[in-house]
């Protein structure tokens, strides 16, 4: 049997059965304690082998990219304060490779 190595995120659509949460907040990004919903999915697959993730959105959802993207301005910011712990959980937001 083969390995599955891609999982699939259907994340498009307007969220109207979470709503009014959904209404300032995508579903995708809904936090679960203090983590968005999407980061324990990734997690979870990225755990179970998956080697990529691919997230199907709408044209105009910007908040996938913008969780998982490395932000070069707000760690150099975090490690100039201190802020070593901070900085270590937001790395952690998608492993390296």
Do not use: C, W
């Amino acid at each position: 049997m083969k390995k599955i190595t891609k999982a699939v995120f259907p994340v498009a659509g307007l969220g109207t059965r979470f709503l009014p949460a959904t209404k300032a907040s995508p579903k995708e990004m809904l936090p679960i304690v203090d983590i968005p919903l999407i980061q324990y999915a990734a997690e979870e697959a990225i755990a179970a082998g998956v080697t990529e993730l691919v997230f199907v959105t709408g044209r105009n959802k910007r908040s996938i990219p913008d969780h998982f993207d490395t932000s070069f301005e707000l760690e150099a910011k975090l490690e100039a304060s201190g802020k070593a712990e901070v900085l270590e959980a937001i790395r952690k937001i998608l492993p390296k490779g």
